[in-house]
T-cell receptor, first 113, second 112 residues
Framework: DAGITQSPRHKVTETGTPVTLRCHQT?????MYWYRQDPGHGLRLIHY???????DKGEVSDGYSVSRSKTEDFLLTLESATSSQTSVYFC????????????FGSGTRLTVV | AQKVTQAQTEISVVEKEDVTLDCVYE???????LFWYKQPPSGELVFLIR??????QNEISGRYSWNFQKSTSSFNFTITASQVVDSAVYFC?????????FGAGTTVTVRA
């Protein structure tokens, strides 16, 4: 009965191919975030959303795009995957914004070969 | 920009030892929030604590305790009498405008 799910959990893709990761929530939270986790860097924000069709860039947004056509879904797209995008991707949700912390999804491990 | 520094990359202890994780932050805000998250080997991120800048009382939850010192911009985390199940990566975070900014994390290994 997890309130936030990510799919797929694991993916291996080839350089240059498009990839879309999905984050789905059942909590009706306004805020959604995509982070990537890399050794030595902690978690870095890629993009975030503060409402349906309202999105903005984070600190490492180059090479990524997002869409949020409905409250429950936040999609992250790698238009043309590169090896530097091999990472673990986490989606997070928040009802009232970062002051109240996040609930995280289980993560997607993406390998670009 | 806000910044969170976790200077300890890895800590290894023997079971029942205490372990303290350091977190130092930078912010120009007068009101802010600090967090700790735990990431066990299974990979999920688990919320541990949220503390606002106006509450400098230390907090204890079972074997976990947190020491918030505004004067030194630190929010340290201590695990008392560590157990193997405490082995995880621990992240400190700070609210930073529209997002949480995370430190690089400290990997704690507790050996039996």
């Amino acid at each position: 009965d997890a309130g936030i799910t990510q799919s797929p959990r694991h993916k291996v893709t080839e350089t240059g191919t498009p990839v879309t990761l999905r984050c789905h929530q059942t909590e009706n939270h306004r805020y959604m975030y995509w982070y990537r986790q890399d050794p030595g860097h902690g978690l870095r924000l890629i993009h975030y959303s503060y409402g349906v069709k309202d999105t903005d860039k984070g600190e490492v947004s180059d090479g990524y795009s997002v869409s949020r056509s409905k409250t429950e879904d936040f999609l992250l797209t790698l238009e043309s995957a590169t090896s530097s995008q091999t990472s673990v991707y986490f989606c997070a949700i928040s009802e009232s914004g970062p002051n109240y912390g996040y609930t995280f999804g289980s993560g997607t491990r993406l390998t670009v070969v | 920009a806000q910044k969170v520094t976790q200077a300890q990359t890895e800590i290894s202890v023997v079971e029942k030892e205490d372990v303290t994780l350091d977190c130092v932050y930078e912010t120009r805000d007068t009101t802010y929030y600090l967090f700790w998250y735990k990431q066990p080997p299974s990979g999920e991120l688990v919320f541990l604590i949220r503390r606002n800048s106006f509450d400098e009382q230390n907090e204890i939850s079972g074997r976990y305790s947190w020491n918030f010192q505004k004067s030194t911009s630190s929010f340290n985390f201590t695990i008392t009498a560590s157990q193997v199940v405490d082995s995880a990566v621990y992240f400190c975070a700070l609210n930073d405008d529209y997002k949480l900014s995370f430190g690089a994390g400290t990997t704690v290994t507790v050996r039996a």
